[in-house]
């Protein structure tokens, strides 16, 4: 690798873990928490990746082992860099919280029952609560395509909400069932391309049907 080539991708590697480390260290509460910055960031500004595909990531980061957020930002980093991509934006993500993890260890007891730290806590709670709304609202908007995702997606809050079934079931549920619907239209489509084949040849050789 020449020294040119080797300058433009350690720049790339740090533009990643700058941006990974940006997102990590201005968003609180993580997980969904984290789609409007990385929306903005990955999407909107850098135009990394399209919105659909964030959704993407975070439906497969939700269904696999570990944290959503880490998992998207390694999925984003591997299709800008392959794997070293994904580890650089892996450690960026999850710097700074372990930094600010850290020293709040150390200093949490002695200023959590300070009133000022409890009404800044209340007054993040609220924006987090505030940007989940928005996140939600986005989510139903790209995903929420014809009247059976959204009996899907208010069968699946009934279940959570009310009868306290848990998530993962959901998640598995659904897994399954978008497996299989994919695989009838796959099959669908297959065999409409094959009639339609079948449709232009014997137009284009009608003594064959003779």
């Keep these: 690798m020449s020294f040119c080539k080797k300058d433009g991708f350690l720049r790339i590697l740090l533009r990643i873990y700058l941006v990974f480390a940006k997102i990590g260290a201005f968003t609180f509460g993580g997980g969904l928490a984290m789609m409007p910055i990385m929306q903005r960031e990955l999407v909107e500004k850098r135009k990394w990746i399209t919105l659909d595909e964030l959704i993407d990531y975070y439906a497969i980061g939700q269904s696999t082992p570990g944290i959503v957020a880490v998992n998207v930002s390694t999925f984003v980093g591997y299709k800008r860099l392959g794997v070293i991509g994904g580890i650089i934006g892996t450690l960026g993500v999850v710097t700074p919280s372990l930094i600010i993890i850290m020293l709040l260890a150390t200093l949490i007891s002695s200023i959590n029952d300070f009133p000022l730290v409890q009404k800044a806590l209340r007054g993040i709670n609220v924006a987090v609560a505030a ?24 069968l699946a809050f009934v279940l959570i909400y009310f009868f306290k079934v848990q998530s993962v079931w959901i998640i598995l549920i659904c897994l399954l069932v978008g497996c299989i619907l994919a695989i009838f239209r796959k099959n669908k489509k297959i065999s409409a391309g094959n009639k339609n084949c079948g449709s232009q040849t014997a137009a284009t050789y009608p003594e064959n049907q003779q």
């Excluded at 709304?133 to 997606?153: D, E, G, H, P, R």
């Design 131 to 154: 940007m989940l709304v928005s996140v939600v609202v986005k989510f139903a908007k790209k995903t929420i395509k014809n009247i059976w995702n959204a009996l899907f997606m208010l």
